[in-house]
């Protein structure tokens, strides 16, 4: 089928020979594409929106033929979440808590202290109801209800959440897991340490715990010091070493005392050198071996993870370390916890565990558990991890049978032969009566969700078969046979009656309608041509409406788009033949005005004016067929070109038309057309305004115009009168300044930057500004009316709220503008006493109207909470390097930027050589002081008076961007720590690496806020950078111990 937009053209091409008043049936019925060929299907791809006719492409393909059950529904198979036979049962991953879920498969696994937690006592009161609501209240009773779902739960997964939720657990952040083991054991200690039977209160220290003893000999008296104590694991370093036996070694290896780390020997009463080792008194049944792979970078300043292979065996002697030989020593291998990744601070936590009743070994990870082969321990695909470090060439070095090897073990379980022998003969662990009820209510929960499941299977399998019928039946009903009833139906409508994801509704026809209430030309491409048996159907099954049948061809539509069409082929001849008409004057006597900015726009005025005139062949926001490129037409003017001259014009001559109604009074954007030209026009814009050379122009706005020039040539003689009279304060020569205080006077006086900067434009500008007609003294005032500035404070920061005039420039302002109220500064010369000869008179200030004390303390207070209490304030950071600047500070001072520049160029217009001008943000006033005592709104630091250099430029006050320095976005009340961690994103350079200072005050304290550190709105902060870290991955591990460490504060494994 040809393409969409040839259709269209097609549809309407009779239009170039018949007449509006002549279209017959067959034209419309052309224009609605009613004889258009129905595609056949295996030729057209895809549904061909121009073609009514065309059904194919529709979402039909799904359901003709043979149809899986499966595609029916989006639901998994509810088997899949129940837990196969003889298969352990796995734990939810939470977020980020896969270290919890791999020790409490390890500690499930441990069935002595399994049997414990059965036995410990219980909050349940015997004989309530099993159908209440149980919500464990205590840690322990959390981990007896856990084992008990791990035991007898018919579900593949559960959810730990209960437990995690009670330690207090952050699931969101992954934890150190050597940490959390010591951490719960501790915890279970303490609660069966609080048990009332006796022969639970030990099963921690009998299980895991065991002792060893630090012995101190003295090399001169030979006399030992041992220390005993107690372990719950053994922490080895595995750094340099490939198996565990030298790990061992190392762990009890003898450690030379001399120099200055030499031992007191109490019996030599003095220091001497030592040996100090390690001695194994006893091992406990259960011997965790924690391999140190995460250990402090002192380089980087952050964890990192050796990756270092570590062989072990499956049967560990520890006779040869243990100083007691007759103790049972042979222990065999029962889990091997694992770490995937390359990074201390990320990866993922896997558990191998060896169950203990068949020897199995299983891989638990999460909710996957997965039975090894051959009752062996598999580590090979755990290992296959690409790592990359530095070794990521390392290869596996080969095992020995009964040996397994790991660079991602960090933690190893062996347990006694006997207790291995002993857990195998003593299999059967029973869980207690009442948890055994609770686990059988969750399994009843369990059973009737999939059988939910199972029934909204079969439910929604069963609609889709019928829906399959459905369609079958009615597809092949669906084309209409040429001379046969028929009815139009949307297009979505019918895609998403094939879309068995998308509930069907009724079908409606309302958007296809025209302003006749029939089907709109334009709309048939988005509708198909049913026949009417098909459509009965349809419309009785799921309803809708209004029916567009074959009377719904709208002729009063196709007559006026035929018009459109027409008038638009017209266009481009008229617009050659006003080409022409133009070049000719209009005979005398005779014309129309018509405006220049209309008349070189017309030929795009006239299509928007057609288009607007035609509103019933224009729907919703589709295209019209008429908006196709009108047969033989071109354009003279490129695209785009007349767009810009049309946007604020959119009525003809509408550019000569005053805002009274009248003829504009600008000859220059009008023109004189003949009679012949203007009869084309009113073709096109009947409606547009009509002026006859006779019309005069508009009186009203003729003497607005003579008003506005008397005003401007009065503004102008104000201005050089002004200008006259105040020379020396217009080019900002010969000011006085309070530094240093003229002799031939003893009287200043104060007026508003604002009002000087105003009077500056006016009389720069006087045509285009407005006159400045009053003095606004009660900015500076507080509302008792008090000065809010003292003498000291004019001479530094507060200089720039202020403009000093002379006193014969004061009576000029008096003159000629209204003051509210006067504000001046006097000087007064006390003489010394005649006792003190030679010493100084004194000199003294004073304002008119006085200093408000009370109001002064109030603006001085709200300036430093504004300094110290700011929020989103910017502050720039400096980078240093070799104790030096990138560039000298006084960089800034020779070069200007190119907005700077600009601004400076603006200010030799608006603000000469004033240097007040433009001082306050925007232009605006300032606030008012309220009641309150908030003063003056100014800026929270104080600046210095700005200087002006010879040429009467106006520096810009803004801060200066030097290279190597950036700006930063802060608030006064986020800390040191959290600006470099900012620091760090900005420039790379991690936290512990960054020197901070300002003003030559260094910043150490990372714990202290901002505001309390002095670092304020705009300053500069100095950067000295240690060496930087090479690579990201460094960086990013830096990212991850800024973030507060909170480890597990706060958290139940601590007592919360």
């Known amino acids: 089928m040809a393409p969409r937009s040839q259709l269209e053209k097609a549809a309407w091409r009779w239009v170039e020979l018949v007449k509006p008043e002549d279209i017959k049936q067959e034209h419309i019925e052309l224009a609605y594409r009613i004889a258009l060929p129905p595609c056949k299907r295996g030729i057209c791809r895809r549904n061909c929106k121009g073609n009514p006719n065309c059904l194919v492409g529709i979402g039909e393909h799904a359901w003709l033929g043979d149809i899986d059950e499966n595609t029916f529904h989006n639901i998994d198979d509810p088997s899949s979440e129940r837990r196969d036979k003889n298969t352990f049962v796995g734990l939810t991953n939470l977020g980020a808590t896969c270290y919890v879920n791999t020790f409490l498969q390890v500690w499930f696994h441990n069935l002595e202290l399994r049997q414990t937690l059965y036995l410990c006592e219980n909050s349940w009161p015997e004989g309530q109801d099993v159908d209440s609501e149980y919500e464990p209240p205590t840690i322990c009773e959390h981990l007896q209800y856990l084992f008990a779902l791990l035991q007898n739960s018919n579900r593949r997964s559960i959810d730990p959440s209960g437990l995690v939720k009670a330690l207090g657990l952050n699931t969101g952040q992954q934890q150190d897991a050597q940490e959390f083991s010591k951490l719960f054991l501790s915890l279970l200690e303490d609660i069966l340490s609080k048990q009332k039977n006796p022969e639970l209160q030990n099963v ?12 101190t000999i003295c090399d001169q008296c030979g006399r030992s010091s041992p220390l005993p104590s107690r372990f719950y694991e053994l922490e080895l370093n595995i750094q340099g070493h490939k198996t565990l036996v030298e790990c061992l070694t190392e762990f009890l290896k003898e450690e030379h005392l001399d120099g200055d780390n ?11 050198n030592a040996t100090r080792h390690i001695k194994l008194q006893s091992l406990p049944r259960t011997l965790n071996l924690q391999l140190m792979r995460f250990v402090f970078d002192r380089k980087t300043g952050h964890k990192k993870k050796l990756n270092t292979f ?14 007691n030989k007759e103790e049972q020593c042979v222990y065999e291998l029962s889990a091997v916890l694992i770490h995937r990744g390359v990074s201390a601070y990320s990866g993922h936590y896997i558990a191998h565990v060896r169950d203990a009743v068949s020897n199995d070994w299983y891989k638990f990870n999460d909710e996957e558990i997965e039975k090894m082969e051959g009752k062996k321990l598999q580590l090979g695909l755990e290992e296959d991890i690409a790592e990359t470090g530095k070794n990521s060439q390392t290869r596996k070095p080969k095992c020995s049978r009964g040996y397994h090897c790991s660079r991602n073990a960090y933690m190893l379980v062996y347990k006694q032969q006997q207790q291995t022998e002993q857990a195998t003969q003593e299999t059967n662990v029973e869980v207690p009566a009442f948890l055994q009820r609770m686990v059988e209510k969750d399994n009843r929960k369990f059973e009737e969700w999939c059988s939910e499941m199972a029934e909204m299977r079969k439910q929604s399998v069963d609609k889709g078969k019928a829906k399959h019928e459905e369609v079958k039946e009615l597809y092949t009903l669906l084309p209409a046979e040429d001379g046969q009833p028929y009815e139009f139906v949307p297009l979505d409508w019918m895609r998403k009656w094939l879309d068995d994801s998308i509930s069907t509704k009724e079908i409606d026809n309302g958007h296809f309608l025209c302003p006749h209430g029939k089907l709109h030309p334009d709309m048939v491409g988005e509708a198909k041509r049913i026949s009417m048996k098909a459509a009965n159907l349809l419309f009785d099954r799921y309803g809708g409406g209004p029916r567009l049948e074959s009377s719904s061809l709208c002729r009063e539509c196709v007559t006026q788009r035929c018009h459109v069409l027409r008038l638009k082929n017209q266009l481009t001849e008229d617009y050659k033949e006003m080409s022409n008409l133009l070049k000719a004057p209009p005979e005398r006597g005779e014309g129309f005005w018509v405006g220049k900015l209309s008349l070189r726009n017309w030929k795009t005025l006239a299509s928007e004016q057609l288009e607007e005139d035609d509103e019933q062949t224009k729907h919703a926001d589709h295209k019209t067929n008429g908006d196709c490129p009108v047969i033989g037409s071109k354009d003279e003017k490129s695209p785009g070109e007349e767009d810009t001259e049309t946007d604020n014009m959119k009525v003809f001559n509408d550019d000569i038309l005053c805002p009274h109604g009248g003829l504009n009074i600008l000859d220059a954007e009008r023109r004189l057309v003949s009679v012949e030209v203007w009869s084309k026009l009113k073709v096109y814009f009947p409606r547009a305004p009509e002026f006859t050379h006779q019309q005069e122009a508009c009186q009203h706005c003729l003497r607005l115009e003579q008003e506005d020039r008397q005003n401007k040539e009065l503004n102008k003689m104000m201005a050089n009168e002004q200008k006259s009279a105040l020379l020396n304060l217009f080019q900002e020569k010969n000011r006085p300044t309070l530094q240093k205080w003229p002799e031939e006077t003893d009287v200043l006086y104060i007026v508003p930057p604002y009002f000087v900067a105003e009077w500056r434009k006016f009389i720069r500008r006087p045509v285009k500004s407005t006159p400045v007609s009053s003095v606004n003294n009660s900015i500076l005032l507080c509302p008792h009316g008090g000065f809010m500035f003292t003498y000291e404070s004019m001479l530094i920061g507060d200089a720039e709220h202020i403009s000093l005039l002379w006193p014969n420039e004061w009576e000029v302002i008096r003159t000629h503008f209204l003051v509210d ?6 000087r007064r010369t006390n003489p010394g006493r005649r006792t003190d000869q030679g010493s100084p008179d004194k000199v003294e200030y004073h304002t008119r109207p006085e200093l408000c004390e009370e109001c002064r303390e109030g603006f001085m207070f709200q300036q430093q909470r504004d300094m110290r209490e700011y929020t989103q ?6 980078k240093i390097t070799n104790n030096k600047r990138t560039i000298k500070d006084d960089a800034a001072s020779h070069n200007v930027s190119g907005s700077d520049a600009e601004e400076e160029r603006e200010s030799r217009v608006d603000g000469g050589s004033d240097p007040d001008f433009g001082q306050l943000e925007n232009g605006a006033k300032r606030k008012r002081v309220n009641i309150s005592g908030d003063c003056i709104a100014v800026p929270s630091e104080p600046k210095p008076p700005p200087s002006s250099d010879k040429g009467g430029i106006r520096r810009s006050t803004r801060h200066h961007k030097l290279r190597g320095e950036k700006a930063l976005i802060v608030s006064a009340s986020q800390t040191l720590k ?21 003003d030559d005050r260094s910043l150490t304290d990372d714990a202290a806020t901002l505001g309390t550190l002095g670092v304020t709105p705009d300053c ?5 950078a240690d060496e930087p870290l090479a690579d990201f991955a460094a960086i990013d591990d830096a990212y991850q111990v800024c973030i507060p460490e909170e480890g597990f504060k706060g958290t139940g494994l601590l007592g919360h």
Do not use: W
Request: glycine share 2%; charged share 15%.
């Open 204 to 215: 921690i220290q009998q299980q895991f715990c065991g002792t060893i003893s630090y012995v």
């Open 262 to 272: 030499r031992y007191f020997c109490e019996s030599c009463q003095s220091k001497q």
């Open 310 to 323: 570590i062989n072990f065996p499956e049967v560990l002697d520890m006779g040869p370390f243990l100083q």
């Open 821 to 826: 109220q006067p504000i001046s500064i006097c």
């Open 873 to 878: 304030a910017t502050i720039y950071v400096r």
């Open 978 to 998: 959290d600006l470099k961690i900012q620091i760090m994103h900005a420039f790379s350079v991690a936290p512990f690496d960054q020197n901070l200072s300002i």
């Open 1020 to 1024: 500069i902060i100095c950067l000295k």
